[in-house]
């Protein structure tokens, strides 16, 4: 599936994070975030929290039982675990990305890539998807009590008849993007650190743009909300959340 273009008029910030950094933002609901794979080598991996609640937050098992499904495009939802629609996927040029990889340790990447300690290559150090997504929880109050299965978007993880999953490298190209509206406010934090399961034994991380702008109003018959029963329960859920504003 292709990507629409965005008018101008209705982008109200964008933001280029590098490779191996992090960054955060709330999704206010009204509002779409466009993630885009700069150069094709980029591995955005994302957590989900309630900004006003922060212990509801993004549910791997529930986003995935419910849409019977193993990756994530446009069409699906991500569920919180209280039920509620955080985000939905309304465009999406790559038809998949990774819910189940997780992210990697300090121990992944040494295994992997080598030592490359910051005294040695300064901002080139080498550093791990779990220490990038602490920094950046760190700023909300959040540790490692919070953390929690991730997306990995632009990244292919797939099981092979013997139940062994298996990373595809080269899923993504570059200019590679997948839309995801907010249903209810969201805080997203990103890091761009490698995959856990890339192959080295380069360490090269690749960069993603933000771009958050005005989505259009959902309709009825909205392919994320029809396309399984549980986003329309779900959805509604969120519905009655917001009921009294």
């Known amino acids: ?7 101008p008029e209705r982008i109200v910030y964008q933001e280029h994070v590098p490779g191996a950094r992090y960054a ?20 955005a991996a994302v957590l989900l929290y309630n ?7 993004y549910n791997a098992p529930d986003t995935l039982k419910g849409q019977h499904t193993a990756r994530l495009t446009a069409g699906h939802m991500l569920y919180s675990d209280m039920g509620r629609v955080m985000l939905s996927i309304t465009a999406d040029s790559l038809d998949w990305h990774d819910p189940i990889g997780g992210i990697s340790d300090a121990d992944a990447v040494r295994g992997t890539y080598g030592q490359a300690r910051y005294r ?15 920094i950046e929880l760190a700023k909300w109050g ?25 990373y595809r490298p080269e899923h993504s190209h570059a200019g ?15 890091q761009t650190a490698p995959h856990p399961m890339a192959p080295g034994p380069e360490y090269a991380p690749g960069a993603v743009d933000l771009t958050v702008y005005r989505a259009e109003p959902v309709a009825a018959e909205d392919p994320c909300l029809v396309s399984h029963p ?6 509604a859920n969120t519905a009655a959340y917001h009921s009294q504003e």
Do not use: W
Not at 180 to 189: F, G, H, Q, V
């Open 1 to 7: 599936m292709s990507t629409p273009s965005l008018p």
């Open 230 to 235: 549980e986003n329309a329960r779900a959805y």
């Open 24 to 43: 955060s933002l709330i999704l206010r609901r009204g509002f779409a975030l466009r993630l885009t794979d700069v150069d094709g080598t980029a591995n």
């Open 142 to 166: 959040l540790g490692r009590a919070d953390l929690l299965p991730n997306v990995n978007f632009f990244s292919k993880v797939q099981a092979d008849e013997a139940g062994n999953l298996r």
């Open 120 to 134: 040695e290559r300064l901002n080139d150090f080498h550093r791990s998807g779990r220490e990038l997504f602490l």
């Open 51 to 57: 900004p006003h609640n922060l212990l509801e937050r």
């Open 176 to 190: 590679a993007c997948v839309d995801l509206r907010a249903e209810m406010d969201t805080l997203i934090i990103l």
